[in-house]
């Protein structure tokens, strides 16, 4: 029989627990609640919630909302969601996550305090996500996001730049740009950078390259719109070539399971455990009939 292992430190982070959480109190009360995008990465959680009632609706909608309950997922928002929000008379369940709402209240106060000041606003991050959209109301989108090196052809090195980065980055990228960055400054201008990056979320990276090291194939469960998961599952295949991408356990190829493998299975920051373990329950059942 063959040893199967789900990693104990994947799965949810603390702000998407925090978002489900929310939500599940709020569906308890009854009436219709909405919730602002989808509320975390994983189509299979969105439609275990949507079948307790929660409505996804997008930003177009949101804005057609009167008089109803909307929950902000973890991602956070601008500050016109809000402003939307008081002029509809919509209750607003916040759900974002703290980490986030430290980071948006940083890049406000610096964009406040340097807007006239010449100094670029600088977000390493990916353009058009969630977080880095909610970031960016933070500076009436004046920032400039930076998804990887060869974006910093943007920036004006002969003036000031102050960079943040979106929570959920590798730190290893963040410290590349840092460098690349410090070492294009021209004459007087000044160069401040915060490092804003989760750790519960960059420390995955170590655990995972530890974790997939330790079996002989591994089976990584994330949604397919899961940003963190595409990464996450690049460090399983770099450091275990035998790891496969699955969204359900409907996705495994019964040909790859060796009756005598060491299995694991891990997930992004969006995977629940109770879709890690319906993943063991699957290969436990291919591995049994495999031998009848």
């Not at 219709?32 to 439609?47: A, F, P, Q, S, T």
Request: aromatic share 8%; charged share 30%.
């Amino acid at each position: 029989m063959s040893n199967i292992e789900i990693d104990t430190k994947s799965g949810f982070c603390f702000g998407v627990v925090n978002a489900i959480k929310k939500a599940e109190e709020e569906l308890a009360k009854g009436g219709i609640l909405y919730c602002l995008g989808d509320i975390v990465h994983n189509n299979l959680e969105v439609d275990r919630l949507e079948r307790l009632g929660l409505k996804t609706i997008d930003h177009e909608e949101f804005a057609q909302l009167k008089n109803a309950r909307v929950l902000l997922r973890a991602h956070g928002e601008p500050p016109s969601t809000y402003q939307i929000a008081k002029e509809n008379n919509i209750e607003i369940i916040d759900a974002s996550c703290p980490v986030v709402l430290r980071l948006q209240k940083k890049i406000h106060d610096k964009y406040d305090k340097e807007k006239d000041n010449n100094t670029q606003i600088v977000i390493y991050g990916k353009n058009g996500h969630a977080e880095v959209n909610g970031l960016m109301g933070q500076t009436e989108a004046n920032a400039i996001v930076i998804e990887k090196k060869e974006d910093l052809d943007k920036l004006d090195f002969t003036r000031n730049i102050c960079l943040f980065s979106q929570t959920t980055k590798p730190l290893d990228g963040f410290q590349e740009v840092i460098d690349i960055i410090q070492s294009r400054m021209i004459g007087d201008a000044k160069f401040e950078f915060f490092d804003t990056i989760c750790r519960q979320v960059s420390n995955r990276i170590p655990n995972i390259k530890e974790f997939a090291q330790k079996h002989d194939m591994i089976f990584f469960v994330a949604g397919e719109k899961s940003s963190n998961g595409k990464v996450l599952f690049a460090e399983c295949k770099r450091y275990n070539p035998n790891s496969y991408f699955i969204t359900t356990p409907d996705d495994i190829d019964p040909t790859v399971i060796k009756p005598t493998a060491s299995i694991g299975i891990c997930g992004a920051t969006s995977t629940p455990k109770w879709q890690m373990e319906d993943v063991e329950t699957k290969i436990n059942e291919l591995r049994a009939s495999s031998l009848n």
